[in-house]
């Protein structure tokens, strides 16, 4: 499967708690994006990397959240100090921005599901 | 900022009715339109998309939207619904420019009945 891949699938843990979740976009994808998604809601846009630069963070990314492309592949997104309220789907999704196309799809992956207790 | 609004939550139809989802976004600029699907167990996956032209687009398994820009809509419709289209529909906005981050709306559950 050369989709983009998340892990893990679901994490469970407790308030307080650091946890940290991996994207693997489509090889070649130079744009990777973070959305959260809660119940009854649609993604909402978290951040986004073109390569290794972090090019935009939304003010839902609070100081407890820090993500990294280091090396422009894969992508790591932290949470620090876990609050009840950051329990969600955490999607990853990856596009590229080669060719002469105004957008590129982004195609998602699986998603992270995050219970914080 | 933008925004998305889907009027309907939940939708209930019958094998061969006619569907229609109402989408409205609010933003200032220009901006490209999407309508995403996430079937059970799946992830979300692009059903069709308009960037600029023809303000009516085709999608993948007879779905297609229309444009009007001077309702800042982009309704889903599909003459002829299948029990195989249950699923959340969700429309989504990307001001032209920039990331192309996707603004959605809170979603359509579609329920089929055979």
């Known amino acids: 499967d050369t989709g983009v891949s998340q892990n893990p699938r679901h994490k469970i843990t407790k308030r307080g708690q650091n946890v940290t979740f991996r994207c693997d976009p489509i090889s070649e994808h130079n744009r990777l994006y973070w959305y959260r998604q809660t119940l009854g809601q649609g993604p909402e846009f978290l951040t986004y990397?073109?390569?290794?630069?972090?090019?935009?963070k939304s003010r839902l990314l609070s100081d407890r959240f820090s993500a990294e492309r280091p090396k422009g592949s894969f992508s790591t997104l932290e949470i620090q100090r876990t609050e009840q309220g950051d329990s969600a789907m955490y999607l990853c999704?990856?596009?590229?921005?080669?060719?002469?196309?105004?957008?590129?799809?982004?195609?998602f992956g699986p998603g992270t599901r995050l219970t914080v207790l | 900022a933008q925004s998305v609004s889907q009027h309907n939550h939940h939708v209930i139809l019958s094998e061969a009715a006619s569907l229609e989802l109402g989408c409205n976004y609010s933003y200032g600029g220009t901006v490209n339109l999407f309508w995403y699907v996430q079937y059970p167990g799946q992830h979300l996956q692009l059903l069709l998309k308009y960037f600029s032209g023809d303000p009516l687009v085709k999608g993948i398994k007879g779905f297609e939207a229309e444009f009007i820009k001077s309702k800042f809509s982009f309704n889903l419709r599909k003459p002829s619904v299948q029990w195989s289209d249950t699923a959340e529909y969700f429309c989504a906005v990307a001001p032209t420019g920039g990331g192309n981050k996707l603004t959605f709306g809170t979603g359509t559950q579609l329920k089929v009945e055979l």
């Open positions: 999704a990856s596009s590229s921005t080669s060719g002469r196309r105004a957008y590129n799809e982004q195609f």
């Open positions: 990397f073109q390569n290794e630069a972090q090019l935009e």
